[in-house]
């Protein structure tokens, strides 16, 4: 059994990696990053909802220091079970319900995974914690991955950091507060080795449809209208997947247990700057075939409910701490994106043909 090989201020060297949630978007980054760029061990653990993607595994796969278990955090015989088996020195939580819009529409699942799915989840990992000894149990952790969502919504100045008041305005945001004084609470009172951190919106490949940025992408490529909610002025920090992956593994190797770290990309834009951005690169990759320029078929919509203002995140003490640095520049992440989705149409479009994927949602309620 590989165990977690821990210099002072070095990190984890090899380790056993459980990732709940592996199958999403951020999970299975994190997935192929450690296959590709580590020794460790992987374990996804994850119940394959709408969202996710097997295919976004595939370059994991064929490694021999890979597995995977179907299973639901809110199960706790399943989670006990895969916890027990693999025996993890990490256990990183990214399983959890994320559209805004679908909890507007529908906030139960939302509760259900996110909050009660949480607290099996951490049951589960306090029990295992209690069995290990000595250096395998101080150098154990648990990290919750949250969102920047949960601090609510900023003005026209200042940025989110680790000491803002939490302040959640959607049932989405709610709920992963709810989560992060869930761990907080065990980390204090029961003493598991906890890290919690905060991210702005990622964006990147395997990106479900229903997200904004992939959304664009294939309306664009359909010929239909881009609906940008409101005024088009909502501002939002846009971080690279891949430099969030690589947060997250400072934060587990890493991080004190009992911190806190944000992430953000340091690229505020409005939506509309956003969805021009996209319509840019679109001309250039992929050209309508009327001549027209693909901003021409942006169209403002009804808000949704609760809509928030503005997000931005300070990584200031990421950076102190943990060494961590935004290297993927807004411009050309969004190009490579966009050029990502244009040469996997085989992926996205399965994923439309079988689900509702690619709509606007949240404005039942408006």
Not at 97 to 113: L, M, Q, Y
Not at 193 to 201: A, E, F, L, Q, Y
Not at 259 to 287: H, M
Request: charged letters at 25%; a negative charge.
């Amino acid at each position: 059994m590989i165990r977690i090989v821990r210099d002072e201020g070095a990190g984890l060297a090899a380790s056993r990696i459980l990732i709940a949630g592996g199958a999403g978007f951020i999970g299975s980054a994190l997935a192929r990053d450690m296959i590709a760029h580590s020794h460790a061990q992987v374990l996804v653990f994850d119940s394959l909802t709408y969202a996710t993607s097997a295919a976004a595994l595939d370059a994991a796969r064929s490694d021999p220091r890979f597995s995977f278990v179907r299973g639901d955090i809110a199960d706790p015989a399943a989670v006990r079970a895969a916890i027990q088996s693999f025996s993890p020195d990490v256990i990183i939580n990214l399983a959890a319900e994320s559209h805004v819009d679908r909890s507007i529409d529908g906030p139960g699942p939302f509760v259900n995974s996110n909050i009660v799915g949480v607290f099996v989840l951490l049951q589960a990992a306090l029990e295992h914690w209690r069995g290990l000894e000595g250096e395998v149990a101080q150098a154990f952790r648990f990290h919750q991955v949250s969102t920047d969502e949960v601090f609510g919504s900023l003005g026209p100045t200042g940025a989110f950091d680790e000491t803002t008041r939490y302040d959640p305005r959607s049932p989405y945001s709610a709920t992963k507060a709810a989560a992060d004084h869930l761990v907080r609470a065990w980390g204090h009172t029961f003493g598991l080795p906890v890290v919690v951190t905060n991210c702005s919106n990622n964006y990147g490949p395997f990106q479900f449809p229903e997200k904004l940025i992939p959304l664009m992408i294939l309306q664009a490529l359909a010929g239909n209208r881009l609906p940008v909610y409101g005024d088009g002025l909502h501002v939002r920090d846009w971080l690279h997947v891949d430099d969030h992956v690589r947060g997250l593994r400072a934060a587990f190797e890493q991080g004190r247990p009992g911190e806190t770290y944000v992430f953000g990309g340091g690229a505020e834009r409005t939506n509309i700057e956003l969805v021009r951005s996209i319509c840019a690169a679109l001309d250039q990759l992929a050209p309508r075939a009327d001549g027209r320029q693909h901003a021409e078929a942006i169209a403002l919509v009804e808000d949704r409910p609760g809509h928030d203002r503005r997000y931005a995140v300070d990584p200031s003490r990421a950076r102190d701490d943990l060494g961590w640095e935004v290297r993927v520049e807004f411009d050309q992440g969004i190009r490579e994106t966009v050029a990502w989705y244009l040469n996997h149409r085989d992926w996205w479009e399965a994923l439309v043909d079988e689900r509702d994927a690619v709509a606007r949602r949240g404005l039942a309620g408006g």
